[in-house]
Each structure stands twice: as C-alpha cells, then as structure tokens.
C-alpha cells in the first residue's frame, strides 16, 4: 500500500515537473530564430539548446510552478474520489487550445503554432504547452465545480428579514464605496465615441465626426447625426451636457451629473439583485453578503457605473432583466405577477435603444421564454412573447422607421454588419492576391476599394476596411460580391477562418492584457476650449500613475486574472455549462444574453475590447449568485417558492 503511495506521488510529481515546464516555456518564435546555425550539431544538441532557450528567465518561479501543481493536483485526486471527470477533461482541452491558439495569433498573426511543420521542435513546444494548459485548467475547473458544491452545501436558509431595509442598506453600503471613484474620476469617464456623440447632438462637425457621418447609409449636408451610436444614448449624453450648459456654461457639469445619476442606478439595480436573491434565499446569507462585499470593492463596477459610455449604459438594463428571467423561471409553474412581467418589458425596452444588437438578444430571449412555458401553460407563453417582442416591434417600427427619420438621424451602413465578411477577404487579397480571378476582383471593387484592401488590411480591427466600402452599393451587387466571397472561401477556406480568429483571440486568451479593461478619464474628440471640451480635473494629470497602478495589477498572479478580458469570458462559458452539469440549465435563459454576447466575440471589430466584454464582468456578480442558487435549489429537499 505504501509503494502504491510512493507511486502515485511520483507520477503526480512528473506530471507536475513537465506542466511547470510547459507553463514556463516562451512561444516566441523570435527567440528560437535568435538560435543562430546549430544545423551541424546533434538532434540532442539542438534539441536541449532550444528548449533551454524558450525556458523562462526566471528558474525559481518555474520551481515554484511545479510545487503549486503537484499540490493542486494531490488535492485534486482527494475531491474527484479518484475519477476522471471526461466532461471536465474535454473543457480542460478546450480552453487549452485556445490559450495556445491565443499565443500563436499573438505571435505570428497566424495558426503557425498549430501547425504541423518541418520544425519537429515547434510541434513539441506546442504539445507541451497544450498539455500543461489542460492539466491547469481541469485542476482548475474541478476546484471551481466541487467550491461550488460545497457553497451551495453550506449555504443556510435563515428565515425571512425585512426586504425594503436590507435594499437600503445594501444601497447605502454601495453608494459609500462608490462615491471616492466618482470623486477621484469627476467628472466621469468617457471614450472617443462619446466626444463624436456629443458632437453630433450639437451639430457640431470635425474631421472625425464627417468621417462617421460619410460612411452612413445615407449622408446629406443637413445630417448631422449618425445611428452608428445608438441615437437614444446620443440623445440622453446631449440631454445631460445640454443642462449643464444651461446651468452652469460648462459642459463638464451635465457630463458630472449624468454620471452620478448612472452610478445612482447602478446601485438601485444591483441592490435590488440582490435583495431578490435575498427573497430567494430567504435572508442575507454568507453567499450573498460575500457577493455584495465583491460589488462594493471591485473597482472596476464603480468605474463602470460613472462611464459615460454605451456600453456601460447598456449593460445597466441587463442587471434588472437578469434577475426577472430568475424569478420567471424559477416561478415557473405559477401566474407571473404584474410588476415582475412589467420589469421584463422596461428591460427590454431598455436594451433595445441602447445598444444595436439589443433588439435581437431580447427576440431570442422571448422565443426562449415562449419555448419554456409553452409546455406547461400556454397563456403565460404568450404572455412572455409579448412583453420582449413588443418592445422589438416598436423599435423596428416607430423608433426605426418614424422617430429616427423625424430627427434627421443617418441609418447605420451596411458595412457595420458586414465586416467580418469584409476581414476575411481583405486577408484573401493580402495573401493570395495572384488567386483572385477578374471576375471576382471586379465584384469585390464594386463594393470595396480593392486596391486598398491589402494595405488597409489591420487583423485586430475592422475599421479599416470597413472604410474602403463604397456607399450606396445595390442589393445586386452585394449578391455578386457574395458569390465572389463564396468561391474565394473554396479555394482558401483556412485564411476565412484565420481571419476571424485573428480578430477575437483577446477574449479567449487568458494571457491578453493588451487593453487595460477601463479607461481612466475622458477621452475627447475637440481641442482644449472647445465648449464641448471635458476636462478630467485630477485623472488627466495623473494618467501615468493610474497606468503604472494597473501595470502592476496584472503582473501579480491571481489578481491580475480580475483585469483580464478572457476571464469574464471563460468564466461565462463555465457558469453556463456547470448549470447544464447540476440540471439546472433552465437558469440559462438567464444567461443567454452571455451566451449571445460570447458569439458575438467572434465577430466583434476590435480584438479583445473591454467593452465587448463590460456587460458579462458587470453581470458576473449575479452570475455566481444564479449558479449558487441553482445547485442550492437541486440539494433542497423543498423550497417554498413564490414569485
């Protein structure tokens, strides 16, 4: 029994040794470049002066890698009861593969990586690297499920208390954590995009906002204004600025009080989550007071909630909408009350103005709902389908086809939707220019400068593509463009592929800190003096602190997780299949919205954005608690459940 010990132990340690090292080992392929000719010496030669190259400088944190794996995995064999779980094993593998597909794009702007080359080297690299991410991330995932667990295990029901003062105090416990940030940001924060909507909202013209304005579906001299920015949003920031001009003369107050009335919804919205979960768990148990210290520390909430930016605004309606699709589906077999259907309708409206995908997430959404109950009681299903489609309806509608016209307001070009499309052969023509035929290279000039495709060509982002298109393009030309599209993708069907892999890797890449996940101050769009200029009183001379705060943020380990992009995304992805694993997967269709938002990474126009990703880091507090309450529901003997 004590050799069998010795054994394992030493199986564990070898496990642990080779994942340390693959953890350790640098994918770049400058560094085995930098090798020098080493052709005349042996393959064990070349082989171990290789890898000691890619090895990381630093020996000791590879030893201190190793004795953390072989810990994590003796802990592991005690919480698994000495059986591979196959579902996890296949979401180890996975997630590895894209951390090594994230390292290949990074360094290569390519699948190279992957690839089985001539260099026997670099495939063995690759194997290790891929070997050591599944070993980190099944220990990683088993942990996560079996925490999880043991959560929900301990988690106690501690009677009813007084929901209207725990909403107070929940709410004044964020308001107190949250005021320095506003305080320390004052005014607010805002990106580019909200200078250029602020410039619209005035009629005001520079060379960026023409820009904008020109490559609408439809540009004139009395347009002003594009929907490129959700024209609701536009209208609220100019609204708001617009009183501080009125007031005041400046600019800078209407965005301080915008601000502070976007952090004061915040609160409400997070407060009454959870308070609701509260009502589901009857009274504030460790779970939820846990959670409500992470929502009152996390910086990156607050930040979000002073940020006058779309994104934030948007994500603000999928807090409340969140927690109705709990309550619906957790209710599920009773009348849903007046005011739960008339919280799904305000959040759906909401969602709808505010963002342009918002009107198709809340149609999945109600089919979703309508699938639901349709089985059980159909009054209720049809109940659901109108409370999100009517909101749809009315956008695509009055707002779309009535107000946004009355106001003068240009329609988005077709070239926003079409830019995944336009990616892929932009790096068609880059790289197998002399395989484009006459014919297609004329139907592709017929909606995109062609000549200009190859140089434009940016694998991280699509704008600059998507600016060569030529507006006004026929129906019949975007079908001849198509078919062009069609038979290039059968002669190269890999490059398509890279295209839009080389265009979302950040999000799925645990190792992306190329963006800092917020922005620190307001970015504008007009030169200091302008009356529509905001001045960042104490962030814009401080700039290079905040930067340097961050910097070290990410380098320390565990921390720097929080300020990752992938994080939100793959903890998304988990928390949707641990659901699924528990037969909780009901609760999805409260995190559908995650789902969708996780597919729409893989056509967003910039790679790895924090902003693509705002709304899931922002909702990951209630996430947790959905996840937590699901698999505390399945252990319950009987849980009294009441809308």
């Known amino acids: 029994m004590k050799n069998k010990g010795i054994k394992s132990n030493l199986i564990v340690a070898i496990i642990s040794v080779i994942t340390a090292m693959g953890l350790s080992c640098n994918m770049s392929m400058a560094i085995l470049n930098s090798a020098g000719d080493i052709t005349d ?5 070349r082989f171990l002066f290789r890898f000691i190259l890619v090895m990381d400088s630093n020996r000791l944190m590879g030893v201190f890698i190793a004795a953390f794996v072989f810990f994590l995995i003796i802990k592991t064999q005690k919480i698994i009861d000495k059986a591979v779980d196959f579902r996890t094993v296949a979401v180890a593998l996975i997630f590895s593969m894209m951390q090594i ?4 794009f990074s360094e290569t702007n390519s699948g190279v990586l992957l690839y089985l080359t001539e ?4 495939i063995f690299r690759s194997i290790l690297f891929i070997f050591s991410y599944k070993v980190l991330w099944y220990i990683a995932i088993t942990f996560m499920i079996k925490g999880m667990d043991i959560i929900a295990k301990n988690t106690e029901v501690q009677g009813t208390i007084d929901y209207k003062h725990y909403f107070i105090k929940a709410f004044i416990c964020l308001f107190v954590c949250w005021i320095p940030y506003y305080i320390i940001f004052f005014p607010g924060i805002g990106n580019g995009d909200t200078s250029k909507q602020l410039l619209m909202f005035f009629k005001e013209r520079n060379s960026e906002v023409l820009s904008l304005l020109k490559h609408a579906e439809e540009f ?10 959700p024209y609701f949003t536009t209208l609220l920031y100019g609204l708001f600025v617009k009183i501080g001009l009125f007031f005041t003369g400046s600019a800078s107050v209407g965005v301080a009080i915008y601000c502070f009335v976007q952090m004061i919804c915040y609160d409400i919205v997070f407060s009454y989550a959870l308070t609701e979960f509260c009502s589901f768990f009857r009274g504030e148990n460790t779970v939820i007071k846990y959670t409500r210290y992470f929502v009152m520390f996390y910086p990156l909430i607050p930040i979000a909630s002073i940020s006058m930016i779309k994104d934030y605004t948007y994500a603000l309606g999928f807090i409340p909408l969140v927690v109705v ?12 009350k007046l005011t739960t259907l008339a919280g799904l309708v305000f959040a759906s409206t909401f969602i709808c103005l505010t963002r342009s995908q918002g009107p198709y997430v809340m149609a999945v959404i109600g089919i979703a709902l309508f699938v639901k109950f349709i089985k059980q009681q159909w009054k209720i299903a049809i109940k659901m389908l109108l409370c999100t489609f009517i909101p749809v309806i009315l956008f695509f509608t009055l707002w779309s086809r009535v107000f946004l016209p009355a106001m003068n307001v240009a329609p988005v070009g077709k070239q926003e939707m079409l830019g995944v499309f336009f990616q892929q052969t932009a790096r068609y023509v880059k790289e197998y220019p002399n395989d484009v035929t006459d014919a297609e290279k004329e139907a592709i000039n017929a909606v995109l400068k062609y000549d200009k495709l190859a140089q434009n060509y940016n694998p991280e982002l699509h704008d600059p593509v998507k600016h060569t298109y030529r507006n006004g393009v026929s129906s019949e030309l975007l079908r001849k463009y198509f078919k062009a599209w069609f038979s290039m993708f ?12 080389n265009n979302c890797y950040g ?3 645990i190792d992306y800190y190329k963006d800092k996940l917020f922005i620190a101050h307001f970015i504008n769009r007009m030169e200091e003096g302008h009356y529509l200029y905001i001045d960042s009183y104490f962030t814009n001379d401080n700039l290079g602190l905040i930067s340097n705060i961050v910097g070290a943020l990410q380098r320390i380990p565990i921390v720097n997780l929080f300020f990752s992009v992938s994080t939100y ?3 998304s992805i988990l928390a949707v299949l641990y659901l699924f694993r528990i037969g909780k997967g009901k609760y999805n269709i409260a995190n559908l919205f995650v789902v969708l938002a996780i597919l729409c990474l893989l056509i967003s126009p910039v790679n790895g954005h924090y902003r693509y990703v705002s709304a899931m880091m922002i909702l990951s507090p209630v996430t947790f608690l959905i996840c937590v309450y699901a698999k505390f529901e399945s252990n319950a003997k009987t849980i009294n459940i009441a809308d």
């Open 490 to 501: 059968k002669k190269h069907p890999g490059v398509y592929i890279e295209a839009v892999v």
């Open 220 to 229: 004139a001299d009395d347009i002003y204004v594009s929907n490129q920015h």
């Open 507 to 509: 999000a799925f890449w």
């Open 119 to 122: 260099d026997r080297f670099v």
């Open 569 to 571: 995304t793959l903890m």
């Open 101 to 104: 597909v994230g390292a290949s």
């Open 325 to 336: 699709l709990v309550k619906l589906v957790r209710n599920d077999k009773n009348e849903p």
């Open 41 to 45: 010496k042996t393959v064990l030669y």
